[in-house]
């Protein structure tokens, strides 16, 4: 029963391990060549924005975003931009409930009188729950004349200690993986 409970460990561990970064989700309207535009905006109020101020996180989107925009060839323009920005995010809190069968067990046995002589009733099962905040960022890229959303990233993932304790950096490297989706301005 003992080894069975640090092989369930080492596989979470394991898991964990793997699953690093946000899940980046990109989707485009396929009869526009976003790469055929050259220069870009911010909407004047933000979906970050609450109450009708800016907030720090949408500055720092929007730093974060130009800074990689303009890497890719695209021009800011504060008056007459081909294609605006929007930003939306959202802070989720979830539960996760896995239930594992143990199945029977091997070695010293059940109670460990058996002493691998048969193992146990398999129907004894393992419930772990998981409870964490998953954040979700959205980069809306919308054509300026058209008033039509054209290009769309999502960034689902969790948000850990280490995230919140410096979230300007969470926030430029979560704005680099999605726009690193995003395709470089065509050449004219």
Known sequence: MRMFKW???LLALMLQ?????PKIHIDSDPSVQVANYSTFGFYPTLGTDRLGYGSITSERLKNATRTRLEALGYTYSETNPDVLIN???NLNEKLRVDTVPTGP???MGYYGYRGGMYGAWGGY???TVDQYTEGTLNIDVVDANLKRLVWQGTAVGRVTDKT????AA???SVV??????YPPQAAR
């Open 17 to 21: 391990a793997c699953a690093t970064g």
């Open 125 to 127: 099962n393992q419930t």
């Open 170 to 172: 969470a926030i430029d």
């Open 176 to 181: 680099g993986e999605i726009l690193a989706k």
């Open 105 to 107: 067990t091997m070695g």
């Open 87 to 89: 930003f939306g995010a």
């Open 7 to 9: 092989s369930v460990v």
């Open 164 to 167: 919140r304790e410096n979230i």
